[in-house]
């Protein structure tokens, strides 16, 4: 079975600064997608960016991007200049690409505070 | 297009009692799925469905029924519920054609607890 680990429960950053947090994930699979997810407040799941593994290029979605390490497992999320609406928890997911009807398995969370 | 609805947005049990957890989309996904988030656990996948008349369980099944009878319903049933069930429930759905980026759907969460 795929697990998905966020070895930092809480990061905080400085407004206008830039920050990363980690996500490493564990499968056998050669095919698959992984996620970002911001969980606000409001408590809704927004998607930040994905990954398809089989794209070697980094994901970028303006301020967020993505450092997908295929071989060591590994999908950190960079986010520059730093705003305090980035404050949320984010989840790292995994999905099988597999016509789409395989389960996400996400990550624990970060929780990330943005300093004034 | 409401996307993903949940309804109720909160609610309060007695340990004992039941009820159901609705969960609509109007994007004519087949794939939808249940899952529960509590506090340093992230999300957990209760049940998912890949079509109408399909369902299996995920990771926390326990104490949990599911149907889909549609294409564009799926909900969740406490039978008894119990405090441990006590938790936000997300309801997400997925197309399941090639091509598509994969990218699940989710409502805006219930809030249940159980007392």
């Known amino acids: 079975a795929q697990t998905v680990t966020q070895s930092q429960p809480e990061m905080s950053v400085q407004e206008a600064e830039t920050v990363t947090l980690s996500c490493t994930y564990d499968t056998s699979e050669s095919d698959y997608y992984l996620f970002w997810y911001k969980q606000p407040p409001s408590r809704q799941m927004i998607l930040v960016i994905r990954q398809e593994a089989y794209k070697q290029q980094n994901a970028t979605e303006n301020r967020f991007s993505v450092n997908f390490q295929k071989a060591a497992k590994s999908f950190s999320l960079k986010i520059s200049d730093s705003q305090l609406g980035d404050a949320a928890m984010y989840f790292c997911a995994y999905r099988t690409r597999n016509s789409g009807n395989t389960p996400l398995v996400f990550g624990k969370g970060t929780r990330l505070s943005v300093i004034a | 297009n409401a996307g993903v609805t949940q309804t109720p947005k909160f609610q309060v049990l007695k340990t004992g009692q039941s009820m159901t957890l609705q969960c609509a989309q109007d994007m004519n996904h087949e794939y939808m799925s249940w899952y529960r988030q509590d506090p340093g656990m992230g999300l957990r996948l209760i049940h998912y469905?890949?079509?109408?008349?399909?369902?299996d369980q995920g990771e926390v099944p326990n104490g949990y029924n599911v149907s889909r009878s549609t294409t564009e319903d799926f909900p969740l049933r406490l039978l008894s519920a119990a405090p441990s069930q006590t938790s936000v429930y997300f309801c997400a759905s997925s197309p399941r054609r090639t091509g598509s980026s994969y990218e699940q759907y989710f409502g805006p969460g219930t809030r249940l607890t159980v007392t």
């Open positions: 469905s890949v079509g109408a008349g399909i369902t």
